[in-house]
């Protein structure tokens, strides 16, 4: 049975037991289908790890990798057995995410996917890669029976994934990050470079409501990445005969407050012209997680396959 197909038979009872206070403590699966174990993988700046092995959940979150997901990934094997430990059985099998497919730059992304399977390789382990804005669908478009679109909105990129029926139509990538909100804000702000906009990014309230001018270039700068990003999604949704009503959901590690309401805004602004009607738009339940949770879906819906 294809992943899609097992998807669809088991990620409602999986994502139920996965609530974000139920990830610090033992979950209680109460759905006989759901196998025994799964891991999974996020590689970046902050790297986080998922290991379900029978009724135990544990996260790990470590930031600065060395050689991290944006650097040389092919040196973090000794981080990587670290933070995922031993493997219960030979081989056996981690869900990683990586990027979507990149739009208006160049990244290899078989390649890196490659490498990183490559390192899990050697630590044990049998990694799958997973598109990071699909596995935010797996994780949180449960309710729309993963019809929607999830978007990553990471430091470095801005992604999407157009997903029907658990299966990806349409995925981008972009480099319309919050550092690049970050460069484009300090262009306007004198005396100030990306890392101080950077901080002051971090410390915000809310994008929704930025309180000094140097906030105000900040949401001005990610009203500018949206619109930009608007455009690339519109075209590759089009491209792909994306239609309809779609819920939109956002995540992304160091995900600010009122981003879901600055997307929002941005998405359905005048000379916007995507190829579908925007539902609701929110933020995941848990942001900084949403994409690794969404790979352990993956990955015990991969084990539910094998059994």
Not at 85 to 101: I, Q, S
Not at 227 to 243: D, I, K, R, Y
Request: glycine content about 10%.
């Amino acid at each position: 049975m294809k992943l899609a197909r097992t998807i669809a038979l088991t990620i409602v009872a999986v994502a139920t037991t996965l609530t974000p206070l139920e990830l610090a403590r033992p979950a209680e699966p109460d759905d006989e289908r759901l196998p025994g174990r799964g891991v999974a993988l996020e590689s970046g700046e902050i790297v986080s790890a998922i290991r379900k092995r029978d009724e135990s959940v544990v996260v790990s979150n470590v930031s600065t990798a060395p050689g991290d997901a944006y650097g040389n990934p092919g040196g973090a094997g000794p981080f990587y057995s670290k933070i995922l430990g031993r493997p219960l059985v030979h081989r056996e099998v981690v869900y990683f995410t990586v990027p979507a497919r990149p739009v208006g730059y160049d990244l290899d992304v078989a390649r890196f996917s490659k490498v990183i399977g490559r390192v899990l390789r050697s630590t044990g382990f049998d990694g799958k890669p997973i598109s990071t804005p699909f596995a935010i669908v797996l994780a949180e478009l449960d309710e729309t029976d993963f019809d929607g679109v999830a978007v990553h909105w990471s430091e470095h990129r801005l992604e999407a994934c157009v997903s029907t029926e658990a299966k990806p139509l349409a995925e981008l990538s972009t480099q319309l990050g919050w550092r690049w909100v970050d460069w484009q804000a300090a262009k306007s702000l004198e005396g100030r470079d990306a890392d101080d906009v950077a901080k002051i990014r971090r410390d915000m309230k809310s994008l929704a409501a930025p309180e000094t001018d140097a906030q105000r270039a900040i949401v001005a700068a990610a009203r500018e990445a949206i619109a930009a990003f608007a455009g690339v999604l519109a075209a590759e949704a089009g491209a792909a005969g994306a239609s309809g009503k779609l819920d939109v959901v956002v995540a992304g590690k160091r995900l600010p407050a009122g981003a879901a309401e600055v997307l929002a805004d941005g998405l359905g602004a005048d000379g916007v012209d995507l190829p579908f009607a925007i539902g609701s738009v929110k933020a995941a339940d848990d942001p900084g997680l949403a994409s690794v949770r969404g790979a352990l879906i993956a990955a015990l819906a991969d084990g539910d396959e094998d059994r």
